[in-house]
């Protein structure tokens, strides 16, 4: 299992130099930090243990105006490597850093109290026991990186701490927070990290959040070493084409398409040393960012200047002039409304409760995957909760519920126009993506672009007695008024009259004879068809009209002519 180990602690304690005795290369980068003496920026270097265990170690700055870069060196590690001076103790920045390191779940490491060499036995016996008391969780060794001495046995603690540092989430999809960017010569842009979660490797294509650019892995490094894939829990250097080192910031995240929200808000649990103020800086990963706290119980709202990509479970520093808390992203793309009922389950409930939760309507793997709430391994065990039709997973009891609503609303068309019983398909569902995929599960007959209830057939109802008049009337004088248009058209589609002209009706009986007629006609003129049918010049022209409507004739003139299709149907 691939781990890091972060440094940790006051300023001039000798953290660099106990990097360089550990592992032999001097992580002060920068030309000021070798003209100051001091660590400015974060530095790196592979650390190899007994057993070939090997591990990757950040020292991180020690002076308070650098907490900010502390913390991104911070983020991402496994265990501590807790730095004390044996003749100065712990100073202020020990004990930020080392609330730092609990904010951020980082639980396991070792003490070592440096400058040994400098000290008497009695005082560097006192400096081991007071860390101790600091630290009670942690081996505490005594080392001097002048002389050598105690080396062997810190690394020996370290390869203990390895030990028992439990295996952390790391299934969520790739993720490298940016903690460095730079161009080298003949290579291109490259950016380092600690790689979160995932893989990489040549060929990958990633997401540069928030930016929101599409980039390729052209290679990959594990400590100037090419790799195939680096795995999570590493030190990864990745050379990026088609960008540029200005084009990128630290705290810019490379990230598998499709996994993480880019938002400016985060739900949060929040854990104070302080009380935290309304106006704080969010640590997250290796990004810092001005941020507004709303408050609402034991969760929070961080409400931020610049978007930032965040996972459920992350965990962040919040500092002003110094680190007033921290605590664990509960909702890493939330509403603007907290809401404690929904954070709750968030926070405490399994996988198959926060699926079973964000399914309140179907919703796509996809969908649920982006929202940053589950690892793949938790979205396929919440999944298995909920039914599914095509690519949309949704509720038993959701399903069960539009089922008897559209009942209702069907039941209710039957009752109030029993002429016409069906709904139209694209009015029977709100118009949302999942319509087509749920519609076959509704339970009810499709015919003709209608929705109908199993076995519904149009009927008269109480509109018998008008229907009986009208057919009637059509009996008699072969053209009457059909201001019922419902009414017409059902009897229509019985096969019981034509509907012609602009609110009139002939009998089904009339409009037959009129079809005949025509192929007896050449040419087809009004007074002729009239004279075929013997009915008057009124009722022959709206039944032309009607022909032509229907595609059995075209009007040339005052002549009509048959359509070549229409041949073959008179």
Known sequence: MPLTVGTAGHIDHGKTWLVRALTGKDTDRLPEEHERGISIDLGYAPLELAGGLRMSLVDVPG???????MVAGATGIDLFLLVIDAGEGARPQTHEHLAILRLLGVERGVVAVTKADTVDADALELAVEQAAELVPEAEVVAVSAKTGQGLDQLRAALARAADAVEERERSHATRLWIDRAFTLRGIGTVVTGTLWSGSIAAGDLLRLEPRGRALRVRSVQVHDEPVERAEAGQRVAVNLPAIERDELRRGDALVEPGHYPVSYRLDVVLNELEPVPAAVKLHLGTADVPARVVRSGRFAQLRLDKPVVAARGDRFVLRTETTVGGGRVVD???????????????????????????????????????TGLCTPAELANGLA????????????????????????????????????????????????????????LLHVERR?????????????????????????????????????????????????LKRVGDGYAVSA??????????????????????????????????????????????????????????????
């Not at 002076?63 to 870069?69: D, G, I, K, P, Y």
């Not at 954070?343 to 926060?354: H, S, T, Y």
């Not at 109802?461 to 008049?469: F, V, Y």
């Not at 009607?546 to 229409?566: I, S």
């Open 63 to 69: 002076h308070e105006r650098f907490v900010r870069n």
């Open 332 to 370: 890493p793309s939330p509403p603007r409304r907290l809401e404690p009922d929904r954070l709750e389950v968030l926070d405490r409930g399994g996988p198959a409760e926060i699926v079973y939760m964000l399914a309140a309507e179907p919703v796509t793997a996809t969908a649920l995957q982006a």
């Open 385 to 440: 909760a909920l039914e599914q039709a095509g690519d949309w997973a949704y509720r038993p009891a959701w399903l069960q519920g539009v089922r008897t609503l559209v009942r209702e609303r069907l039941a209710e068309r039957a009752r109030t126009s029993p002429l016409d019983p069906g709904i139209p398909l694209g009015e029977l569902l709100p118009q949302e993506p999942w319509a087509q995929a749920i519609l076959p």
């Open 448 to 496: 003709l672009g209608k929705a109908y209830l199993p076995g519904a057939t149009a009927s008269v109802g109480d509109r018998a007695e008008a229907a009986a008049r009208l057919e009637a009337e059509l009996e008699a004088t072969g053209l009457a008024r059909a201001d019922d248009r419902e009414l017409a058209s059902f009897l229509e589609t019985e096969g019981r």
């Open 509 to 570: 009986e009339l409009y037959d004879r009129g079809r005949e007629a025509l192929a007896t006609l050449s040419p087809i003129t009004l007074a002729a068809f009239r004279d075929a049918l013997g009915v008057s010049r009124r009722i022959a022209q709206l039944l032309l009209e009607r022909f032509d409507a229907d595609g059995l004739t075209r009007r040339v003139g005052d002549e009509r002519v048959l359509r070549r299709p229409a041949r073959e149907r008179i």
